[in-house]
């Protein structure tokens, strides 16, 4: 059967607030909604009857919302498969994984920091995440389809993130990926910015240079998001392209907060880039792609570009 894969918002709060995280406009927003499992049931047979075989819920923290184990028992009964993106802040408290883990086919775990009071510093919250805990109940509840670990860098993090993989690594997940975030200047002052959430991709690179080292050398599928290929070692630059995320948009349809379809079968890979970043057919300091994902959305209002070395 075809690969398809419905995304469906089916609520908007969050029990944190990263810094990183642009998010909470949206969520503003939409906080008034109502969202019921009769909403949810009518859209997922709707697209089961076009032949969808996948569900994304998209919202921001699904274990915290009304209508999340319905929507899992209503997805699970029309035979989807269904994936997950977590922050596990109730995923360590076993009655809870217990509950839901058994309905969840692909997992995505959001893991910025492994210690407490980090922890705290990026989601701005007094919520811990026991993480020992959570891969613990995962071990005993689910039954490891697909695991991944995303980790989004920030001023915060950036020399705790190999500690990090290599954390990741000891509890088994072999999936991981290392994202650069999604700069918003209309949403953030630029002091936040830069006290909190984006170092400068020179910054970064060498950190995920050694992550990359690591990873190769035991077996992990590393994805590294949202770089510009510039900034990577020109003598593995194909290697580092290759791991840039695979987003498959021609299979997805996205149902966005007013219940509007967008089509995705109109995007593809080729046509399409991610976070609204700069886009060239060509670029003439580069020969090695026909499509390059430049800097990221306001990193030049951020930092000089004079720090990006491209390659000639």
């Not at 408290?93 to 492994?114: G, H, N, Q």
């Not at 990359?212 to 593995?236: A, S």
Request: charged letters at 30%.
């Amino acid at each position: 059967m075809k690969y398809k894969r419905l995304e469906l918002y089916v609520w908007w709060t969050c029990n944190q607030k990263c810094t990183y995280c642009k998010e909470f406009a949206n969520m503003e927003k939409s906080w008034s909604k109502k969202v019921t499992k009769y909403d949810i049931l009518k859209k997922l047979i709707k697209y089961k009857k076009q032949w969808y075989n996948h569900v994304t819920y998209l919202w921001w923290e699904p274990f915290i919302q009304p209508v999340f184990l319905d929507a899992l028992i209503l997805a699970k009964k029309l035979w989807y498969t269904i994936l997950v993106t977590t922050n596990c802040t109730t995923l360590h408290i076993e009655k809870e994984a217990k509950k839901y883990l058994s309905f969840i086919d692909e997992l995505i775990l959001s893991v910025e920091a492994i210690d407490k009071e980090l922890q705290q510093k990026i989601s701005r919250t007094k919520v811990f995440v026991y993480w020992d805990k959570v891969f613990e109940n995962i071990k005993k509840y689910w039954n490891w389809n697909y695991l991944k670990v995303n980790i989004v860098i920030t001023k915060d993090n950036l020399s705790k993130l190999f500690n990090i993989v290599k954390y990741i690594k000891k509890k088994g997940v072999n999936n991981i990926a290392i994202t650069y975030p999604d700069l918003d200047d209309e949403y953030y002052w630029k002091k936040h910015l830069l006290e909190r959430v984006a170092p400068t991709y020179s910054e970064s690179i060498l950190e995920v240079i050694k992550i990359n080292d690591f990873c190769v050398k035991n077996n992990i599928n590393l994805k590294i998001v949202d770089f510009p290929f510039c900034i990577f070692p020109k003598n593995n630059l194909k290697e580092y392209i290759n791991k840039t995320d695979d987003y498959d948009y021609e299979y997805r349809v996205k149902i966005d907060h007013n219940n509007k379809k967008l089509d995705r079968s109109k995007l593809n890979d080729n046509r399409y880039t991610p976070r609204e970043r700069l886009k060239w057919k060509k670029c003439k300091s580069c020969k090695y792609n026909d499509l390059c994902w430049w800097y990221s959305r306001y990193y030049n209002i951020l930092y000089w570009l004079s720090e990006i070395k491209t390659i000639l």
